[in-house]
Structure formats: C-alpha cells, structure tokens
Nanobody
Framework: VQLQASGGGLVQAGGSLRLSCAASGGTFSHYTVGWFRQAPGKEREFVAVNTWSANYSQYADSVKGRFSVFRDSAENTVYLQMNSLKPEDTAVYYC?????????????????WGQGTLVTVSS
C-alpha cells in the first residue's frame, strides 16, 4: 500500500484544515493508521490513531477535542480533521500504517509512511 498525504497549507489561528491520507495499491481494511507530526527542530510525535479493528480513535493530549480522525472505506482514505488550530500545531504531518496494530503501537511499529504535508498556522 502506498500512502499519499495531502491537504496541508497556511491557515490563521482558530481556523481548520482537513488532511487526507489516500491509499493506492491496496486498502486500509487491516491497517491501523496513525498521524504524526514533526515541527522544526523537534522530534516527530504522535497526533492521532484510528485502529483497523473496532474503528477506535485516540489522540495526543495536545490535540484532544480539536482534532478527529476517521476513515472513509469507500474512498480508501483516512482523514484528520483539525479545528481550532494553534501556531504550535505548525509541523509537517505524516500518515503511516501498521498492519493489525493497536492504538498503543509505538512509532517504530509503523512501517509504511506517506511523504508528509506541511501545515502552517499563523498567529
């Protein structure tokens, strides 16, 4: 499965963006899909995850209540809806897959990564 992340851009604080992670060459049906981000000068961090079983989602504390992750099986795409954006959300956002992973899977267990999409939130 190849991943294509898109939807990033420049937005003012308080605004919204929807990121997409599209799969080609396969489906997400047995994959847990995670979203991660890396801000300049910082390590890549977990943002959100949607598990392959039970369609369970979990979020980093820093985005809880503002971001939501959901999958559209018909479109073979997983979305990250980001609302009430803050300047500290500025980062390159990546989607990644982990076959049959759980919401507790660490980053190193994600073995397939998209190319990243840049989100810039201005104050």
């Amino acid at each position: 499965v190849q991943l294509q992340a898109s939807g990033g851009g420049l937005v003012q604080a308080g605004g919204s963006l929807r990121l997409s992670c599209a799969a080609s060459g396969g489906t997400f049906s047995h994959y847990t899909v995670g979203w991660f981000r890396q801000a300049p000068g910082k390590e890549r961090e977990f943002v959100a995850v949607n598990t392959w079983s039970a369609n369970y989602s979990q979020y980093a504390d820093s985005v809880k209540g503002r971001f939501s992750v959901f999958r559209d099986s018909a479109e073979n795409t997983v979305y990250l809806q980001m609302n009430s954006l803050k300047p500290e959300d500025t980062a390159v956002y990546y989607c990644a897959t982990n076959i049959r992973g759980s919401h507790l899977s660490p980053q190193y267990e994600y073995d397939n990564w998209g190319q990243g999409t840049l989100v810039t939130v201005s104050s």
